[in-house]
């Protein structure tokens, strides 16, 4: 039988992307992240989406951050 995988919450991947996690959690999530290509290929398109918005200077459109949430609630 093989161990079933735990992966961090999104919200752990996302803060792991954006190194702003405390020091214990971000040695648990890169040690999970070391062997698992999933959450390595999640946490690079939360990096690719900051990279994204941090291109330009312009305001967010409307609405973003509610888009944003019912997508985490989903």
Not at 22 to 42: F, L, N, P
Not at 48 to 68: C, E, F, H
Request: glycine content about 6%; charged content about 20%.
């Amino acid at each position: 039988m093989t161990a079933e995988v735990t992966h961090p919450q999104p919200e752990l991947l996302a803060a792991f992307a954006l190194d702003a996690l405390v020091s214990a959690e971000q040695r648990h999530v890169g040690a999970h992240v070391e062997g698992c290509a999933e959450c390595r290929t999640e946490i690079d398109r939360f990096r690719g989406v900051v990279a994204l918005i941090s291109a330009d200077d312009a305001p967010p459109p409307p609405g973003l951050w509610s888009r944003i949430q019912a997508a985490i609630n989903a």
